[in-house]
């Protein structure tokens, strides 16, 4: 069990790929003409060009962060990226609508017939535009609006313009300010006052063309007192060359209204994940993040909760699982701009193999607040000598009203544990891979059912071969 | 404390010629000396000032480093300081004592007669490079903390000429402690102590550093490093009362390093300075080693602690434990930075780091940074960082019991730095440290 240098396992399983033809397509690398032309294209309002522009020219001024960051990101051949392709399609309403090809993958994704039907709003993104949307009537009825981001910035500007781009500005950082750049697709939903939205709204997300980045941009506004819960989760086919994705997802939950968003990253292990997710907590909201990632060469994702008003809470439950190649650099940010506000993160990560997984945090209490409360836990567990985990949390605190606690720990599966497991009749793999679902359990218990199973059959499928 | 006499040879840091004119002063060193000395002095020269992008100062407050190009490095000469020595007696019966004021020797060394003849060397720094110069080359600026001071390393060893030199040979075990007090009192002085502590294989011993000032108005710099080298199955004990006057701008740039089998302590506790800037170094080179890293801090008014530490387990089988308790008043600010790094192959390794921050204003303000780097996965390592006040209930406890709130708030805060402070093993210097901190933080 000590030594596992080399882990070959069956990575294509589950890819899939089919030929796609794009109407649309901006060409290779990033101009002034891209922007112009994805603009043109959309038919975008003046406001939204001028958005990009402004985007495009920070993007260009900001340094890649590697002064703390990995080096990696300078492997992003940026000029090599379409950055826009579509096949000229609008959202469709019915399920007949729905080309043929869409519905093979998702067959190929096995999601049962039946729960097709069942799924609300579902929105499944094909390559850069929303090629399915379908919303329940009853949806519809209670006043939710559930679109694509170009549709929602076009149609409902009164509702969007207000928020969009205001949780995570444009320079954030650079990815954002690409992403402000060149966003297409992403899911642009407003729940009324008072609606609490029963079934989670859901989004695949797929990636389908050689060298094709996907900057999907999301913004979720719940009223007052209103409930939803978003799903997405994101698989893609194998590809030669790096592929860039950069999405941009901005929560706004009023006055006591609660969003939970839930991601599944499943990105092949050629992928650059690099997404900025910030929620905005006003009095007694509660905006919560469920984070899974297991697939991408790099991620960088730290979604955020700045809590403004009182009694607001921000939460982020994250599981990340790194295998060789892989560089899962996760983690939170809990911004509490408010008395009484409450942030909880809790990470769980895996390394497998050479794999590396870092937590990276920022908790911050800059005012002269009251009463606000922090609890960090992050657990890394290591499966092979030379797996690898860092933790690198920064905790800002002023005066003396407030409570932070952060731990974390390091460790391996225990030699008991497996022994006791193999003395009952499991194998030494079957062993470990109960022990790394049992490390991860009371976190994969949070997400939907079908999500925690399929999390499970990937974490099994994750663990192949890593004993030996 | 006159200021208006400054000997030929000195000017501000900054000042072009400086160092050529402090170097004509510091005459028959060792070449090998003279020429490290001359090349820190291009380094520090060369090197970028730290930035607000620099990881290694993240949160740090880098205005007061724009000050350092305006300090005088003291001049060569016997200081008039009775009154210092004569307060330099904290320790009543020291294996040895050396007392500098100004980065000059003050008082006559004192040194246990029993212990010269075992070999125990206890000697200011350039005294040993004249009689003692191939040990000290051995170990010489041979570790540093490589935790962001490295331009100000490089202006300390270009500019160090008051330091000790303490070496326990092997086998040689010394119970009560060597004794080192660094006085500053001449306005705008810098100075540099420099301490090099080695411990032969098993052998046992205690350094004690004083770090004070001769008044409370003056202003000064001080960037001192202190090495520890702890031999094979060696014990080193090495504390430093950081208690420079408010107005100081200090830095204290140190390494520990453990071979096999050793138990290497530090202790740090932090009183004065208006900035302190400390950098700590665990190195553990050797399996089956206890390294720990202790810290005590109360800063009040506008006192900023800034602190990075490090633990590197390059072998395995050791462990190391770090912990820091800071009780912030007033507008104080507090950084702690640590990181445990567990290099690939120091399987076995128990590597712990603790940061607890008692806030007892609504102005002070702590950051806490606790990270991991760990490549081997048999090991066990965990952080905690917490950020409290002080519990309402605790205090409705001692109220209850007739005690008053300002008796029982010094009780809990007390209590609170009390896990470190005991940590020293010498009651009357525990007590010393109580009675600095009640003093000076909490009266």
Known sequence: MATTPDINIERDQGNFHYD????????????????????????????????????????????????????????????????????????????????????????????????????????????????????????????????????????????????????????????????????????????????????????????????????????????????????????????????????????????????????????????????????????????????????????????????????????????????????????????????????????????????????????????????????????????????????????????????????????????????????????????????????????????????????????????????? | MSTETLSVGTGAIGDADIFAARQEFSGGLPDWFTTMQREHWTRFLESPDPTRLDETWRFSDLRPLSKIAGFVPTPFEKPDADDLIARSNTVKNPAGQLVFVDDNLAAARVMDAELEKKGVIFTTLFDALNNHGDLVREYFMKETPQLGSEKYEALHVALVRSGVFLYVPDGVEVDRPFVVYNWTQQEKGAVFPHTLFVSGKHSKSTLVEFQRAASTETEHLVISNAHVFSGDGSETNHRIIQDWNTKTLSFQLNTNNADRDTNAKSIIVNVGSSQARQEVHGKIFGSGSNVEMYSVNVPRKDQQFDQRTLQTHLAPHSRSDLLFKNALLDKSRTIFSGLIIVEEGAQQTDAYQTNNNLMLSGDAESNALPGLEIKANDVKCSHGATTGRIDESNLFYFLARGITRSKAHELIVFGFLEEVIEKFGDEALEDYVRGRLAEKSLA
């Open chain 1, 20 to 468: 796609t033809t794009y109407e649309y397509d901006a060409g290779v690398g990033l101009n002034d003409q891209t922007i112009d032309y994805i603009s043109k294209v959309k038919e975008e309002d003046e406001w939204v060009h001028d958005f990009r522009r402004k985007a495009l020219k920070i993007f260009r001024d900001k340094p890649t962060p590697t002064h703390w960051a990995s080096k990696d990101l300078e492997n992003i051949h940026y000029d090599k990226i379409r950055y826009y392709l579509s096949k000229g399609q609008r959202p469709s309403r019915t399920w007949d609508e729905v080309p043929e090809e869409v519905k093979n993958t998702f067959e190929r994704l096995g999601i049962p017939e039946k729960e097709r039907a069942y799924l609300a709003g579902v929105e499944a993104q094909f390559d850069s535009e929303a090629s399915y949307s379908n919303m329940k009537e009853e949806l519809a009825k209670q006043g939710v609006i559930f679109v694509g981001s170009t549709e929602g910035l076009m149609k409902y500007p009164e509702i969007f313009r207000k928020w969009f781009g205001k949780v995570i500005p444009i320079g954030d950082n650079k990815f954002s300010a690409l992403n402000s750049a060149v966003f297409s697709g992403g899911s642009f939903i407003y729940v009324p006052p008072g609606v609490k939205v029963k079934q989670p709204l859901q989004a695949y997300f797929r990636i389908n063309a050689e060298n094709f980045g996907q900057f999907e941009r999301t913004l979720i506004i719940a009223d007052e007192g209103a409930e939803v819960t978003y799903m997405e989760g994101c698989t893609a086919p194998k590809f030669e060359t790096t592929t860039l994705h950069s999405a941009v997802v901005e929560l706004v939950a009023l006055k006591g209204a609660k969003i939970q968003y839930i991601t599944v990253q499943n990105w092949s292990a050629n992928v650059f994940n690099l997404v900025t997710k910030r929620g905005l907590a006003m009095e007694d909201a509660e905006v919560k993040w469920i984070d899974c990632n297991i697939g991408s060469r790099l991620t960088m994702k730290y979604p955020g909760v700045v809590m403004r008003g009182e009694g607001a809470r921000g939460e982020v439950l994250s599981i990340a699982l790194a295998h060789d190649g892989q560089h899962q650099d996760t983690g939170a940010k809990m911004v509490h701009a408010a008395d009484k506000t409450a942030s909880n993160i809790i990470s769980k990560s895996i390394s497998i193999g050479q794999g590396r997984s870092t937590y990276r945090g920022i908790v911050a209490m800059p005012k002269h607040l009251k009463g606000c409360k922090n609890n960090t836990e992050c657990d890394a567990l290591l499966i092979n000598t030379n797996s690898r985990t860092d933790t690198y949390p920064a905790i800002t605190v002023r005066g003396e009203q407030n409570t932070v606690q952060h731990e974390a720990s390091v460790s391996k599966v225990s030699a008991e544990q497996i022994f006791y497991m193999m003395q009952r009749g499991l194998s030494e793999e079957q062993a470990m891979s109960l022990s790394v679902n049992g490390f991860v359990n009371d976190l994969i218990r949070e997400f939907p059912m079908e999500y925690s199973v399929e999390l499970k059959r990937l974490i099994d499928l994750e663990m192949e071969g890593s004993v030996g």
